[in-house]
């Protein structure tokens, strides 16, 4: 996705809006809501619900009230209240649908203390916001050679800026805890704001910052993502992944979000499954599991002296097997329940090439100038 601003350019340079994701035209926002209630009209006699969801910088969305009955619709610019002066903010969804999300983040619509707008952002409103952000890159980098002088284990990964560019809110991550007081100190005087530090996890940096994972695709959290679950190893064991933390950790440093994305699958099909902790009782021996496979619905099994030498069994066979041992009853080895299990895998040899030659692309050879000489030579032999 990506807007108007943010497109190539004539010589096929990206353009870029440098607004990170979050644009005036709401054609690359993060966490862009579609309103489908927007061409249902309400029923007599109800008025629409006063209250509209703002986004400001990267995924940071509050709820205000629409106390003057402003004529808003998504993508607007608007002021409003904040703790001291005002703030600016893009309108990303309103009517009905705002009560929903309200509900959902634990906010209940008729609370007195929910702030409210201003007015429609004017020109200058738009002007000193634009000013304000073009100067958080720069305030960043000079933040962390504050921080880095006065030998602070945290690393600030973002700043954003009020809208009127009174006050200035650094995102930082560290392990333990910071003691930042001489930190605010030596940047308030050296910016001339005022300074608000807040922690975040490194799931929140991720998500703020961004980027590409290793699907090829903008990272889940930053995106559409708004809920962070706990991740545990126990997925991937459950999911039968190698337990490789380059291959299963994030950019964030952390598991994945995506191993929860179907767990719940593989939860519901190992329930039919028996333990990978069962042992069966042969004549040869104890039997103990080392492999299942949820989608062939196959399980490997070997014995305790001869751990190397697998053998393949369908679940039923396992759950039968089960049964007999829970009668006190031993069969006589894997290999006879395996051996049910072995398909013969016939050889199929297709032609990869189809009915086309090898050398269609070949320069057919010229066999006149051939002809040509051997007439030559017959004309000298009869002169």
Known sequence: MACSSCSTGKDGQPRGCKNNGT?????????????WLSNMSLPNGQKPFDC?????????????????????????IVATQAKSG????????????????????????????VPKIYRKATQRDIDVWQKCRNKEEEIKKRSREIAIALKLEMKLSDVEFQGDGSKAT???????????????????????????????GYRQEAQRLGG?????????????????????????????????????????????????YELDMYLEALKDFPSQDSKLLTKKGIAFCQKTDIFKETLWFSYKDDPATWHALNKEQVLEILEKNKKNEKIASLEEYAEENVVEEKMVFENVVGQDSLTRFDRPKKKRKK?????????????
């Open 170 to 200: 650094f995102y930082y991550t560290a392990e333990e805890r910071v003691d930042f007081r001489q930190l605010i100190k030596d940047m308030a005087k050296a910016f001339g704001i005022r300074i608000e530090m807040r922690q975040i």
């Open 212 to 260: 590409v994972g290793s699907c090829g695709r903008e990272l889940c959290c930053s995106t559409w993502l708004t809920d962070f679950r706990s991740v545990s190893t126990a997925s991937a064991r459950y999911q039968q992944l190698a337990l490789n933390p380059q291959k299963l950790a994030g950019q964030c440093g952390k598991l994945k979000c995506c191993l929860n």
């Open 23 to 35: 644009c005036g035209t709401d054609g690359c926002n993060k966490l862009t809501v579609f309103d």
């Open 371 to 383: 002809k040509r000489r051997k007439n030559r030579s017959k004309t000298t032999s009869n002169a």
């Open 86 to 113: 005002h703030d600016v903010g893009m309108v990303t969804l309103t009517g009905e649908l705002v009560k929903v999300q309200m509900k959902r983040k634990k906010v209940s619509p008729e609370d007195d203390t």
């Open 52 to 76: 509209v969801e703002v986004r400001f910088k990267n995924s940071r969305k509050e709820f205000f009230r629409n106390v003057d009955n402003l004529p808003l619709s998504i993508g607007d």
